[in-house]
Nanobody, 122 residues
């Protein structure tokens, strides 16, 4: 059983910054990828950024140069530093984890956080 606890969302003015945190807890053999997705009202959920346990990152074109994803493997925590926020960044941000729950045989595990609301005012 693995759970994700998110924090850091809130209301910020255009051009401001926020840092989201997501901590994983529970039993898991290994974590492959942690990332952030977002979903605006009436829109599809989209990938914002992801990072592997080894540090390889992938960011959406819309946030490159503004957002930074990082992780602390010892704490099983991923962060999303959001700078130069725009109104179009307004969405519910969801933390996502993909890993292996099997010690001897790979068993894919995917867990989602509860979501944290980010609102950017103009």
């Amino acid at each position: 059983q693995v759970q994700l606890v998110e924090s850091g969302g809130g209301l910020v003015q255009e051009g401001g910054s926020l840092r989201l945190s997501c901590a994983a807890s529970g039993s898991i053999f290994s974590i492959d990828v942690m990332g952030w997705y977002r979903q605006a009202p009436g829109k599809q959920r989209e990938l914002v950024a992801k990072i592997t346990s080894g540090g390889s990152t992938n960011l959406a074109d819309s946030v490159k140069g503004r957002f930074t994803i990082s992780r602390d493997n010892a704490k099983n925590t991923v962060y999303l530093q959001m700078n130069s926020l725009k109104p179009e960044d307004t969405a519910v941000y969801y933390c996502n984890l993909e890993g292996n729950s099997g010690r001897w045989v790979y068993r894919h595990l995917e867990v989602w956080g509860q979501g944290t609301l980010v609102t950017v005012s103009s």
